[in-house]
């Protein structure tokens, strides 16, 4: 059974860090599309970041050059480092898994699995 737990949510002000964690139980890790994918209150789920089979990695403009997603194969878990956090990267951050190809930053609805959510909060 596929299971995606994150960790690491919180509270910071703005220009401060975070890092996101998703552990990744089941046998999906080493052949799928991992993502995280937010949405704010009121706003639609979008992708932020993408990590591919072979490793390679895409972001959403929005936060290109500030999050940096990577993944620990020993330890079965996805991170999602978080700089320089603006307010309006408040939200609900979701670790994702999706049979390639890999579609988070164009859309939201094919990915396979989801976790729970973990709650990043930016005050100004």
């Known amino acids: 059974q596929v299971q995606l737990q994150e960790s690491g949510g919180g509270s910071v002000q703005a220009g401060g860090s975070l890092r996101l964690s998703c552990l990744v139980s089941?046998?999906?890790?080493?052949?799928?599309?991992m993502a995280w994918i937010r949405q704010g209150s009121g706003r639609e789920r979008e992708g932020v970041a993408v990590?591919?089979?072979?490793?390679?990695?895409s972001y959403a403009d929005s936060v290109k050059g500030r999050f940096t997603i990577s993944q620990d194969n020993a330890k079965n878990t996805l991170y999602l480092q978080m700089n320089n956090l603006k307010p309006e990267d408040t939200g609900v951050y979701y670790c994702?898994?999706?049979?390639?190809?890999?579609?988070?930053?164009?859309?939201?609805?094919?990915?396979?699995?989801w976790g729970q959510g973990t709650q990043v909060t930016v005050s100004s």
């Open positions: 994702t898994a999706e049979d390639p190809p890999c579609t988070a930053l164009f859309g939201t609805s094919g990915q396979d699995y």
């Open positions: 089941g046998p999906i890790y080493s052949s799928y599309c």
């Open positions: 990590i591919q089979p072979d490793g390679s990695t």
